[in-house]
């Protein structure tokens, strides 16, 4: 099978843009149709993300390359809400779209395996976001696991939320902790490089922080990155531009509530506003110098 890096090139050029949608399904911002046909029981949520991030699916595929489950959405209806899941994961899998599962996994030994196994040959989605706290000990597993299958992993390095830098700014020994874990994620990229230049390991990296962004990309020329904070969290797509390498590559630019829910709960011509949302955001992420060159490819 194709690297992983080179597989989630392709998918953004074929697509021509860098915009991943971002599945994450909120019962109040629902539907009203889609919640009364399946009640709010915990079943019935679990079938009514399904139905609706399925449906998404069918909108967005013509559209985007890559799409990214939040997992703790799901996770939150019980047994159900973890079927449904898999069943959203097989739907964009048949539409050919690189699937992020964002679950901000770790731990170490077996316990980091069973995660690993559990999204990379149960799930089977493509890559999952992990978190670097435990060190290399706990990259491992994931990384064993991915491998194999050509998969691959977004470390959290610079994140989106305002509270982010408590820890992740901490000046350590002359330079903030983010950077300390970007630099270990440039050298487990460099371990399994693509044809594309770009490494199996990714770094998550919050677009709400565009001089982080700047520095950390100059820092990671073969890293790709997984930018959140675009749309609905203040980011702007200007603030994006930096995430990108000179060719317009390297970066997947998600967006989540702003393309997902951008109708009233009683709309029912909701699946054409989601499709406007997303070549509204298509078209501003073009507007960037690097992002435009997809354009042209």
């Known amino acids: 099978m194709m690297h992983f890096a080179d597989r989630l090139i392709a998918a953004v050029r074929a697509k021509r843009t860098p915009l ?4 994450d399904p909120r019962w109040d911002l629902l539907p009203e149709s889609i919640r009364a046909r399946h009640g709010e029981t915990l079943r ?3 079938r009514a993300y399904e139905e609706f991030c399925s449906r998404v699916l069918d909108v967005v595929a013509p559209l985007v ?3 990214k489950p939040q997992s703790a959405f799901f996770e939150a209806c019980g047994p159900a809400g973890m079927t449904a899941l898999w069943q959203v994961i097989r739907r964009a899998r048949r539409h050919g779209l690189i699937t992020i599962l964002d679950a901000k996994r770790n731990d170490i030994a077996s316990t980091a395996e069973a995660y690993a196994e559990a999204t990379f040959h149960v799930y089977e989605a493509d890559a999952l976001t992990i978190n670097p706290y435990l060190g290399r000990e706990s990259i491992e597993p994931f990384l064993k696991a991915a ?3 050509s998969r691959g992993v977004f470390v959290l390095t610079r994140t989106s939320n305002p509270g982010g830098g408590q820890f992740q700014d901490l000046n350590c020994g002359g330079k903030p902790l983010h950077v300390h874990v970007g630099e270990a994620i440039g050298e487990w990229s460099r371990e399994n490089l693509g044809q594309s230049g770009f490494g199996d390991v990714g770094a998550v990296v919050g677009a709400t922080k565009p001089a982080e962004l700047r520095d950390l990309r100059a820092l990671l020329p073969n890293v790709l990155f997984l930018v959140p904070g675009y749309g609905a ?5 200007a603030d994006t531009a930096s995430a990108f390498r000179a060719d ?3 970066a997947v630019i998600n967006s989540a509530r702003a393309t997902l829910f951008p ?3 009683s709309d029912s011509a909701w699946e054409a506003a989601v499709a406007t949302a997303t070549r509204a955001a298509i078209q501003e992420l073009a507007a960037n110098t690097a992002a435009a060159r997809l354009e042209s490819a």
Request: proline share 8%; aromatic share 4%; no cysteine.
């Open 20 to 23: 991943s949608v971002g599945l």
């Open 233 to 237: 969290q203040g980011a702007t797509a």
């Open 248 to 250: 317009g590559t390297g």
């Open 44 to 46: 019935g949520r679990a």
């Open 263 to 265: 109708f009233k709960p």
């Open 147 to 149: 491998r194999p299958s």
């Open 65 to 67: 390359g890559v799409v």
